[in-house]
């Protein structure tokens, strides 16, 4: 038998063996405001950027075992308005603390001792101790099965903490961000030991392989 067929598996066997695999992934800490002005926070590490243009971000929105849905997905459905923080080591435990299963209707922001700042395309207040913060608005929603669905937004604005980004060349301080990676499980990663690697064009490839280096 050649590899693991995915559909004779589990779910939780194919959550363990694709959360393994597919590492690290950005975490996104995510607020939305519930119909009381509460402001929600929550991690999500299915996430990613998708396209620059349009600027979109996807999230996946697992539901809750009982299939209902989990407060940011509730709030977005009904307002269509969220903000993406990323997280970087200075914001790793609080962003853990967001995942607690704090009740509904209770502030994950206020309980962790997060201080938040107005954003400005989005009612949705943005996380004052996030390295960058990026306002989005729902674009779509894709329901795959009953369990989950694929949040797609637009990123409307980015916030960014003073000296994370040269704007005269649209650069990021990697050193200063020190932005944090999941793995799977508790396990998470930092994001300081890089490598660079210039791409070639054919003709550059060619002529290195001539000269046999
Ligand atoms: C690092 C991390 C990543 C997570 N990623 C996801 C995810 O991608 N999708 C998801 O549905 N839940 C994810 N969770 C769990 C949610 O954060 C958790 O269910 C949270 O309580 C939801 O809060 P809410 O009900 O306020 O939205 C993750 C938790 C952690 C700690």
């Known amino acids: 038998m050649s590899g693991i067929s995915f559909p004779d598996l589990s779910p939780l066997e194919r959550y363990k063996l694709l959360c393994g695999v597919v590492v690290p992934r950005p975490i996104a800490l995510v607020t939305t405001l519930d119909e009381n002005g509460a402001v929600n926070a929550a991690p999500f590490s299915f996430f990613n950027v998708f396209s620059e243009d349009p600027p ?7 539901h809750k075992a009982d299939r ?29 603390d967001c995942a607690v299963d704090f009740p509904a209707g209770s502030s ?12 400005v395309d989005v ?16 674009q779509v929603v894709l329901s795959f099965a009953p369990g989950r669905e694929s949040l797609v937004g637009e990123v409307l604005r980015l916030h960014a903490r003073e000296g994370l980004i040269d704007t005269a060349k649209m650069y990021i301080d990697l050193a200063a961000y020190r932005p944090i990676g999941r793995m799977f499980g508790n396990l998470y990663t930092y994001q ?22």
């Open 56 to 62: 979109l971000i996807v999230l996946g929105l697992q």
């Open 68 to 96: 209902d849905l989990k407060d940011t997905t509730r709030n977005i459905h009904r307002d269509g308005e969220f903000v993406v923080h990323m997280v970087d080591e200075a914001l790793a435990k609080a962003m853990n």
């Open 108 to 119: 994950e922001a206020a309980a962790v001792g997060l201080a938040t700042l107005p954003s």
């Open 123 to 138: 009612r949705v207040p943005r996380l004052a101790a996030a390295p960058f913060a990026l306002e989005c608005r729902r």
């Open 192 to 213: 300081r030991d890089t490598f660079a690697m210039d791409r070639e064009s054919h003709a550059q490839w060619s002529a290195r392989m001539d000269a046999g280096k």
